[in-house]
């Protein structure tokens, strides 16, 4: 796929307005050179006035979500200089204060200067009067310890770097100076700086060329596969005599090492490498804008079928996973363990359908179905047929209350909060489609 990053500074300051609006900070992050300077002459006392480097710009952007929920810039007016690599943007932002609800109306002007398609020199003049207070507590400090991993020169094989947390693992690292090899059937070359790389995991073929100088792996099991013990296990061993000292397993808060799917790759990851994690996360709140059968019913009927029952689920952001993903991929100290993770809330079907009606303003509701019905969806819907039974004995054994809990890993691991489903809800709620047409 073609970078289509936008390159003149006015349409790359406004593609980073539009990044911003969408949450995708790593993405807003990634606009900027390597070597960036950003400036902030009226920041208030104890929040740094200059950051050198983009991986001082991401350590200070880590959980800006969780302060500030951003709804629109109603004015933006970008002026040019005599310098055509330069513009000065004038712009009103508005949105909430996140922890307080307190309104916030604030107006910036930025002088920003482009080279190579990037931004190399950022002075942001903002009004610091305005800021709520909540937000002031919790402003960015110049003592702030220094961001996670910042490049040290480690190589990262990413696979599934296409997917849901493997392309926000990506972008994190791009941000943060890292090399990084994403794995993909198609090498799909996605405009985020890293390196795209062949890769099927059917095809031996692709292993040892995507391992070359990588020495830590980020792991994402095939897709639909009911035993990738049966193709990861051979690569595991290829990937620790490459040189891989660290590997970081994506599995599932439903399975534990040893168990059925990814168990049987999380107990190989533990004795096969010196520094592991397994990540545990339970389910994906991007299942209900995303693409996936959720999702789609929600759009097309205003509904969530399930096999749940009343079970209520720890429903987690994938950009939550992916930050604890970081984390243990880059920490001086590997976690050698595994992490469950989960969202703040427990919630059942029922109330994540409340959520999204409330927010939408759409009738949506949760509609309970046997465990045979689920299974047969899934595999209509194209999963293979074990892998649809297993997915829908998941959801029996929500009904039983098995995944009714929450953790604290996202905090502990990344110093901040996980996202809420009602902020996540709100901040997509236009993927949830419009309302059904009445019929008459």
Do not use: C
């Amino acid at each position: 796929m073609p970078d289509l990053t936008p390159r003149s500074p006015a349409d790359l300051y406004r593609h980073g307005l539009r990044l911003l609006l969408d949450k995708d900070i790593d993405g807003w992050v990634a606009l900027s050179d390597e070597n960036v300077v950003f400036e902030f002459p009226f920041a208030p006392e104890g929040a740094p006035k200059r950051l050198e480097g983009r991986a001082a710009l991401a350590g200070y952007m880590r959980g800006y979500t969780d302060h500030i929920d951003l709804h629109d810039f109603p004015y933006v007016e970008i002026h040019r200089t005599e310098d055509p690599e330069t513009v000065v943007a004038e712009m009103r932002g508005i949105g909430l204060a996140a922890a307080s609800g307190a309104p916030l109306d604030s107006s910036y002007i930025a002088v920003v200067t482009v080279r190579n398609g990037r931004i190399t020199r950022y002075r942001d003049y903002w009004n610091p009067l305005v800021m709520p207070d909540s937000m002031r507590a919790a402003a960015p400090s110049a003592a702030a310890p220094a961001p996670i991993g910042s490049g040290n020169g480690s190589t990262v094989l990413v696979t599934g770097a296409t997917g849901n947390t493997g392309s926000r693992v990506v972008r994190r690292l791009v941000a943060l100076g890292h090399q990084v090899r994403a794995a993909s059937r198609g090498a799909v070359d996605q405009g985020d700086g890293a390196t795209p790389v062949r890769f099927d995991w059917d095809d031996p073929s692709t292993h040892d060329d995507a391992l070359r100088g990588a020495d830590l792996l980020y792991l994402v099991p095939p897709t639909g596969a009911y035993d990738p013990a049966a193709v990861m296990l051979p690569f595991l061993k290829r990937a620790s005599a490459a040189g891989v000292r660290r590997a970081v397993l994506l599995s599932s808060s439903a399975i534990p090492a040893g168990g059925p799917g990814a168990g049987r790759v999380h107990q190989a990851v533990a004795d096969t490498f010196g520094e592991w994690a397994v990540l545990r996360p339970s389910w994906f709140m991007q299942n209900f804008t995303d693409r996936h059968p959720h999702a789609d019913t929600i759009r097309a009927e205003g509904s969530i079928l399930t096999a749940t029952g009343e079970g209520r689920v720890g429903f987690v952001d994938a950009d939550d996973i992916a930050a604890v993903a970081v984390h243990a991929l880059l920490d001086a100290t590997a976690p050698n363990t595994d992490l469950i993770i989960t969202g703040p809330q427990a919630l059942s079907y029922g109330e994540i359908a409340a959520t999204v009606a409330r927010i939408t303003g759409r009738a949506v509701h949760h509609t309970p179905i046997p465990y045979e019905r689920m299974r047969e969806r899934l595999a209509a819907a194209g999963i293979p047929a074990e892998f649809a039974a297993l997915l829908a004995g998941m959801d029996r054994s929500i009904a039983d209350g098995a995944e009714d809990r929450t953790t604290g890993t996202v905090e502990a691991i990344t110093g901040r909060p996980p996202r809420s489903f009602a902020a996540y809800a709100a901040a997509h709620a236009d993927s949830f489609g419009k309302a059904p047409a009445v019929r008459a």
